[in-house]
């Protein structure tokens, strides 16, 4: 299948804390917080949503598309990106800008606080589908992004009769609650986690059922709790897999995607391309930083069928 994923390309600085944020906030000082937090580790790792939903994608055999803006230190990601099977002709380097940053801290619980410069993504809208070299898209995640970039690439899909899957995510707080419906109503499908799921009921008047009914498939991701998938009428619980360690939660949720996509993109049942996505969030999990978990198709399929029992349907990944 031509994905093209569009999204936020960052270098992640990524933090541990040896405590607990909770036991810090005074909820009665909320107006006032003031904080600083000690961290004992720090590492610098390649991120950004776009680029880490493509590499899971691309270990399962797929040659995704970037539609990125990036920053004049971008060169040594794409390589590595290429050498990783995706096609990176659509990140723009523009002049004058560095790349992206995310920076994570995370506590012992897991709990994370971060903070994330813009940098050159803030011109990612210089970016059109139309500048993409080789065949019409089948598909184009919209993942966050700058967000008139995002505006943008919901109106150029409907435009083109591009489907997409729309994943609002962090930036829906930087959206109106008409511009997020407008990008819902037109949908293909919809990726949010448990809490950005109401912030949208709120923001839109939806009900989660009127949400369900307005795209072909929703998936609500719930941590450990796994993820509620909404398909042509059907509700179906995804289990998440444990994991062998914990090791960092970074990413997560864009692994899931990546898995996600890749049992949809080989025709696989909907119940199917949850619970590969739902092993793809766990071996993330399982290590630090977003790119850094690997395996062959051939190894996922072996430790999948530890888990469930897929009647033989992912031997079509041997396939490719």
Sequence with gaps: ???????????????????????HILPEHIENISLSFLV????????????NIAYTLALFG??????????EDFEDYRRWLEENGIDTRGAK?????FTASFFANTDLSNAQIATFYTGAMA?????????????????????????????????ECISLEIPYLYDPSQQIVRLTGEEVRHGIDHALALFVNEYEFALIQKMTAYQP?????????????????????????????????????????????????????AAYARGLDWETCGKVGALAATYCLEQHGTQSHRY????FIQRFRQVFDDQGKLDVFLKF
């Design 40 to 51: 004992e580790t720090m590492e610098k790792r390649r991120g950004g949503i776009a680029p």
């Design 123 to 155: 011109y990612a809208s210089q970016l059109r589908l139309t500048d993409l070299d080789g065949e019409r898209p089948d598909l184009v995640v919209i993942s966050p992004n700058d967000p008139q970039a995002m505006k943008q690439y919901v109106d």
């Design 209 to 261: 059922e009127e949400i369900a009914r307005r795209v072909r498939f929703m998936v609500v991701t719930c941590g450990e709790c796994g993820a509620e998938l909404y398909a042509e009428g059907q509700h179906i619980h995804i289990p998440a897999v444990p994991p062998q360690k914990i090791a960092d939660p970074t990413g997560v949720g864009d692994a899931f995607r990546g898995g996600f996509l």
């Design 93 to 97: 380097v523009i002049p004058g800008t």
């Design 62 to 71: 797929e040659r995704p598309r970037l539609l990125a803006a990036v920053g």
């Design 296 to 299: 062959t198709p051939a190894e």
């Design 1 to 23: 299948m031509n994905i093209v994923i569009t999204g936020s390309v960052a270098y992640d600085y990524l933090m541990s804390f040896p405590g607990y944020f909770k036991e």
